[in-house]
Nanobody
Framework: QVQLVESGGGSVQAGESLRLSCAAS????????VAWFRQAPGKEREGVAA????????YYADSVKGRFTISRDNAKNTVYLQMNNLTPEDTAMYYC???????????????WGQGTRVTVSS
């Protein structure tokens, strides 16, 4: 049973925007932290942003503050990541995850999607 499905990745130029979507099953979405992580080739998985679906309270890594916005639509059990002013350093596989906390620690998240690739060229 697929519980998290990401979409919206693609290839863009530096300075452009993308919006990622994470569609979740109700059991993992409801009253839970849902987060976005990313992993670039040869690098460790990095927490990007998280949202507590009940309240909408959001948390961000310093590297994306002011450029990325996480939001959720409780009617659709979907979490979004709006990414603006993208740079080549944002190139990575982006994963949606659920079940952890606001500290954006990958080991704390128990349910993961398959990922969607984002490529930013200069």
């Amino acid at each position: 049973q697929v519980q998290l499905v990401e979409s919206g990745g693609g290839s863009v130029q530096a300075g452009e925007s993308l919006r990622l979507s994470c569609a979740a099953s109700g059991s993992v979405y409801r009253n839970n932290y849902v987060a976005w992580f990313r992993q670039a080739p040869g690098k460790e998985r990095e927490g990007v942003a998280a949202v507590y679906t009940y309240t909408g309270e959001s948390y961000y890594a310093d590297s994306v503050k002011g450029r990325f916005t996480i939001s959720r639509d409780n009617a659709k059990n979907t979490v979004y990541l709006q990414m603006n002013n993208l740079t080549p350093e944002d190139t990575a596989m982006y994963y949606c995850a659920a079940g952890g906390g606001p500290q954006l620690l990958a080991y704390a998240y128990v349910t993961w999607g398959q990922g969607t690739r984002v490529t930013v060229s200069s």
